[in-house]
């Protein structure tokens, strides 16, 4: 019954490799997220989707590119990784992102680690 | 200066304390606030929204001052379980929708 689920929960990878997260919600909401938390913690949006729509795409390097097939999936897409990609990536869904009152809700993160 | 700012910790407090924890936002435009829980390795889950008279969830109480723009939530009768990283959350207009702006987090450690 897992709400937001991710793949894989961790990933250890040597720089230059293309690799791929995927998230999956089954809440039915309309948005989803793509965060990242580095080392020191801080979270930050990196895209975000409504209804397979880009309507977030904050300043990231263009090796990352989002990808939605549906709108309860949401996959990330990392090409020629960097040791500096290193950080947990998180997954999270809201039912309408254009509603200023809609709580986002969570996946795991996937680990990510660069060699 | 950060948009969101927050007191890093981390609060050491004995099992049945009070404790509070302050945020102060600096965009005025911001709509809506939240406070995420954090324990280690995991997500951030919700914790409570903050609406403007405030709001209290058993021993959890949030108050938002938005003349002042901070935000607060008090912690009665701490439980060894409350050990986390609380994070303050401000939901503002970006782009034709809106965005969370995470502050950094608070570390509290209840100790036995």
């Known amino acids: 019954d897992t709400a937001v689920s991710q793949t894989p929960k961790y990933l250890v990878t040597q720089m230059g490799n293309d690799k791929s997260i995927k998230c999956e919600q089954n809440?039915?909401?309309?948005?989803m997220y793509w965060y990242k938390q580095d080392s020191k913690k801080f979270l930050k949006i990196m895209f975000s989707?409504?209804?397979?729509?880009?309507?977030i795409n904050e300043t990231v390097p263009n090796r990352f590119s989002p990808k939605s097939p549906d709108k309860a999936h949401l996959n990330l897409h990392i090409n020629s990784l960097e040791l500096g990609d290193s950080a947990v990536y998180f997954c999270?869904?809201?039912?309408?992102?254009?509603?200023?009152?809609?709580?986002?809700?969570f996946g795991p993160g996937t680990r990510l680690t660069v060699l | 200066r950060k948009e969101v700012e927050q007191d890093p910790g981390p609060f050491n407090v004995p099992e049945g304390a009070t404790v509070a924890f302050n945020c102060t936002y600096s965009?005025?435009?911001?709509?809506?606030f939240f406070w995420y829980r954090q324990d280690c390795r995991k997500e951030p889950k919700l914790l409570m929204s903050?609406?403007?008279s405030g709001n209290e969830d058993g021993r959890f109480t949030a108050q938002l001052n938005r003349a002042s723009q901070y935000i607060s939530l008090l912690i009665r009768d701490s439980k060894l379980s409350d050990s986390a990283t609380y994070l303050c959350?401000?939901?503002?207009?970006?782009?034709?929708?809106?965005?969370?702006?995470f502050g950094t987090g608070t570390r509290l450690k209840v100790l036995a």
């Open positions: 999270a869904s809201s039912p309408e992102g254009r509603d200023y009152y809609n709580e986002q809700f």
């Open positions: 809440l039915g909401h309309d948005t």
């Open positions: 989707y409504n209804n397979k729509e880009l309507i």
């Open positions: 965009n005025s435009a911001s709509q809506s």
């Open positions: 903050v609406y403007s």
């Open positions: 959350v401000v939901n503002r207009p970006a782009s034709g929708t809106y965005k969370y702006i």
